[in-house]
């Protein structure tokens, strides 16, 4: 019998089954692959300092970040990728990159860095998750941490006034989610029929700036005049996710 397959990650709320972006990517490529997981959501029993999740943890290995994880499932031959050619699957790895360069960095600004997002909607509702007192403290680091990440992406020393990148950052996301809505077209999924690692990261990163209410909408509301990606989004959770999804 294989070893039991746990995963520690944010838990959902407005109808996605995560609100954090990486969480999603890996509880989406399992579903897609078919993999055992045991989801263990983050609740008042959390002890870690940090919010490095989501975490997998087996008998013998513990795994973070959604690409060693995801890499950590092919070896134990859960693999949604096996019906990609070699052409399918650089451009799997060339996507991705995409992502993370140009998209990520706004999705981050969205949740973490906007203000207004940032103190009504994203740390209350973080800070509901976790005891107290981390509850007070970990928001306030994974701000930091989030504001950090953007510069870095961005080729700037983190002292570098984030004022500076910023409308370059959202400038390059719309520009991201319209070459994903022209891939994707009128397709199911990125390539074809079956869905794969790239579609479990555009979902994972679409899904919470689609679906969770914030007041500041300037990217949200550009991706919802992308009709197929929101089509891409809300198929992937009636068709992965219906039976776990709870009131959000």
């Not at 499932?73 to 949604?80: C, D, E, G, I, T």
């Not at 360069?101 to 940032?118: G, I, M, R």
């Not at 992406?153 to 719309?174: M, S």
Request: include cysteine; charge should be neutral; proline fraction near 6%.
């Amino acid at each position: 019998m294989a070893a039991p397959l746990e995963l520690s990650c944010w838990g959902g709320g407005w109808g996605l089954p995560s609100v954090h972006s990486e969480s999603l990517v890996v509880m989406a490529y399992a579903k897609f692959c078919g993999a055992p997981l045991k989801v263990n959501v983050i609740d008042n029993t959390w002890r870690g300092s940090r919010g490095d999740v989501p975490i997998l943890t087996t008998e013998d290995n513990m795994v973070s970040q959604p690409a060693k994880i995801l890499n950590f499932l092919r070896k134990q031959k859960y693999n949604a990728d096996y019906e990609l050619s070699a052409k399918q699957g650089a451009d799997t790895l060339a996507y991705i990159a995409l992502l993370e360069e140009k998209l990520l960095p706004a999705v981050l600004h969205t949740f973490w860095v906007e203000s207004d997002n940032y103190f009504t909607v994203t740390k209350p509702w973080f800070a509901s998750q976790i005891p107290f007192p981390l509850s007070l403290i970990l928001p306030g680091r994974m701000s930091k941490g989030a504001l950090n990440r953007i510069l870095l992406t961005r080729g700037q020393p983190p002292l570098y006034h984030l004022r500076e990148v910023e409308a370059q950052i959202y400038r390059d996301a719309k520009e991201c989610l319209n070459l994903l809505s022209n891939r994707l077209g009128t397709s199911q999924f990125f390539f074809g029929d079956t869905p794969s690692t790239l579609d479990a990261y555009v979902f994972g990163f679409l899904a919470p700036l689609y679906k969770v209410r914030f007041p500041k909408v300037q990217l949200q509301e550009h991706l919802k005049q992308l009709s197929n990606l929101c089509r891409f989004c809300d198929d992937i959770l009636s068709s992965y996710f219906r039976l776990s999804l709870g009131d959000g």
